[in-house]
């Protein structure tokens, strides 16, 4: 029996009520492979990624898609571009002497021979489906290399475009915006984007030059300078992407749009701004696949203490579990966790976003848009008669939005919600701020999260040191003695230098209990409500960032700033005691 057959085989018995429409799609593209698994995409009930694993089971190898692992970029680089593309491979990892490699045909012993000798190492194939490999390629190993090369391109086409005018708006670039070269120089920049997992791209300029940034792992890191010419083609030819108004650049503009690289699908919030030396362009990625895989609590670093609490308030039939923390906290991602912990078939899911940034299976969705008022506060009063069981709402903006949801959470509904304060318990006193009644807030709240983002050392360079007690005095009380001993990152390829790769969250959960709640009606301060917390067991956003710390998630300079310095700890047993100055 031939692997075709086998998987067609199993591709009926995972389908069997299209059992007689996979037959005759195999027969009709049974020496066509890659056209069959295609059509079988397109035509049966069956998900893409179980279809790709049957298919790799058929020729006895696994399967691994490129753009969902994590893969060193130097591994990457130690197959030629043009070789990868040619064989239609890349090299994923490598364990000793042997390197895994992906590529559309494993089966191939020629192709294999012949990366054997490129690599100097043992090859061990597995399959991953040729758009897959292309998408790979494309952005680590074409992006930044093609991005010089584009920008060439653009500079030697804009004297034929426009002549010898200095270029000022969008009607002196008209045409050339629908180049190939302005399109393949935004794709790359985007490409490399993707590559070093940044979640903003800035198109700035000034009185020289502009310059493109990008926000990697928290931090503002600059990628390139162009002329300004270049910089006005770049930011019309978004504004075109977004079927913005291309004759305005002195009013700021906000809109989307969504591209397909091969497999990689994603979506772009955009924001332009007129600045003294022009507009500005800030591209926010949205829903990258190479994100999906956070989207569940236990990934996202939380102490298990913390990660049983809150699966314990989000399991509760009716209430408000609130997440703090500023813009690009992290707050989202930890929303969708939830929200992915609850999913089920006998629960009504209902989110209002703004924006939508992840595509959730399963969930109801809904993004706001202001310009013509649909707001919070309308989708919510809405979402409230399509019966729902959880709500997910966006951010708690004004206070009609925040009493429906506190009057939802008191009628047998569990909202999520977010609030943009400095701790946790500052949460409750900001709704009563806002207005909603202490009787209405101490019985729906559940539990308020505070979070931040600090950044991850990075796994192929981290190496120990030993601090001085100079170091450790701002942190850590009882050292004296003890020998602690941290981590850092030296910079190497795979963190371009910085020594950090990723970012973990850092924690300081409260579930209300009955105390808290006859402080909450009574008005208490943040104050008496912390110290009524810390009574039972509360831990502060710095206790968590330090513990990361000692086990060598992250730096002392990363948790120094990014939490306030209210609390020391001991190294030694762990418990936190308040630091004197």
């Given at each position: 029996m031939s692997h075709v057959e086998t998987f067609v085989e199993a591709l009926q018995r995972a389908a069997p009520e299209q059992s007689n429409l996979i037959k005759t799609r195999a027969a009709a593209l049974k020496d066509e492979p890659m056209r069959l698994l295609k059509d079988l995409i397109d035509r049966t009930s069956v998900g893409k990624s179980r279809l790709f694993q049957m298919w790799a089971d058929s020729l006895g190898v696994a399967y691994v898609n490129p753009m969902t692992v994590a893969v060193p970029t130097d591994e990457f680089q130690q197959l030629p571009v043009e070789i990868a593309r040619r064989v239609m491979a890349v090299s994923l990892n490598s364990l000793g002497n042997t390197v895994t490699v992906a590529m559309a045909d494993p089966l191939n012993t020629r192709a294999v021979e012949s990366l054997k000798k490129i690599l100097g190492r043992d090859v061990s194939p597995?399959?991953?489906?040729?758009?897959?490999?292309?998408?790979?390629?494309?952005m680590y190993l074409g992006a930044e290399g093609n991005i010089?090369?584009?920008l060439q391109s653009v500079c030697?086409?804009?004297?034929?475009?426009?002549?010898?005018?200095?270029?000022?708006?969008?009607?002196?670039?008209?045409?050339?915006?629908?180049?190939?070269?302005?399109?393949?120089?935004?794709?790359?920049?985007?490409?490399?984007?993707?590559r070093r997992h940044a979640s903003d791209i800035h198109f700035e300029t000034g009185a020289e030059?502009?310059?493109?940034?990008?926000?990697?792992?928290?931090?503002?890191?600059?990628?390139?300078?162009?002329?300004?010419?270049?910089?006005?083609?770049?930011?019309?030819?978004?504004?075109?992407?977004?079927?913005?108004?291309?004759?305005?650049?002195?009013?700021?503009?906000d809109g989307a749009f969504e591209l397909d690289f091969g497999v990689l699908h994603t979506a772009f919030r955009v924001s332009t701004l007129p600045s003294l030396y022009g507009e500005k362009a800030v591209l926010r990625v949205l829903g990258s696949?190479?994100?999906?895989?956070?989207?569940?609590?236990?990934?996202?670093?939380?102490?298990?203490?913390?990660?049983?609490?809150?699966?314990?308030?989000?399991?509760?039939p009716n209430g408000i579990l609130i997440v703090c923390g500023p813009t690009g906290s992290g707050k989202t991602t930890t929303l969708y966790g939830c929200i992915n912990e609850l999913n089920r078939p006998d629960l009504n899911i209902v989110t209002i976003e703004d924006p939508v940034e992840y595509r959730l299976p399963g969930i109801t969705q809904h993004q706001v848009h202001s310009a013509i008022g649909l707001n919070f506060s309308m989708v919510l009063r809405s979402i409230m008669r399509q019966d729902p069981d959880v709500i997910l709402i966006g951010e708690v903006r004004d206070l009609e939005t925040a009493l429906i949801a506190t009057e939802a959470a008191l009628t047998g509904h569990f909202v999520l919600t977010t609030l943009h304060t400095n701790d946790a318990l500052q949460a409750v006193t900001r709704l009563i701020e806002i207005g909603v009644e202490p009787y209405l807030v101490a019985p729906t709240t559940m539990g308020v999260l505070s979070q931040r983002l600090v950044r991850r050392?990075?796994?192929?360079?981290?190496?120990?040191?030993?601090?001085?007690?100079?170091?450790?005095?701002?942190?850590?009380?009882g050292i004296e003695g003890v020998p602690v001993k941290l981590y850092r990152g030296k910079g190497c390829p795979k963190c371009f230098g910085s020594?950090?790769?990723?970012r973990v969250g850092i924690y300081e959960f409260v579930e209300v209990s009955e105390k808290l709640r006859e402080l909450i009606v009574e008005k208490q301060s943040v104050k008496l409500l912390v110290e009524e917390a810390k009574r039972v067991g509360h831990h502060s956003l710095r206790y968590d960032g330090l513990k990361k710390a000692l086990i060598g998630w992250t730096t002392l300079e990363e948790v120094e700033r990014n939490t306030v310095q209210e609390l020391s700890f001991d190294p030694v047993d762990h418990s936190p005691t308040v630091h004197e100055p």
């Open positions: 597995v399959f991953a489906h040729p758009e897959e490999i292309t998408t790979a390629i494309d010089a090369a584009n030697s086409n804009l004297p034929d475009m426009v002549g010898a005018r200095e270029i000022k708006s969008a009607a002196d670039v008209a045409d050339l915006v629908e180049s190939r070269a302005v399109i393949e120089l935004l794709n790359s920049i985007i490409l490399t984007a993707f030059e502009a310059r493109v940034r990008m926000r990697i792992d928290g931090d503002m890191q600059p990628v390139m300078s162009i002329p300004r010419a270049v910089h006005v083609t770049l930011v019309v030819r978004i504004k075109v992407l977004c079927k913005l108004d291309l004759s305005q650049n002195r009013m700021p503009q696949p190479l994100d999906q895989s956070m989207l569940r609590l236990e990934t996202l670093g939380f102490p298990l203490s913390t990660l049983d609490a809150m699966k314990r308030v989000i399991s509760r050392i990075c796994a192929a360079c981290k190496e120990q040191y030993v601090p001085t007690e100079k170091e450790l005095a701002p942190f850590f009380t020594g950090f790769s990723g």
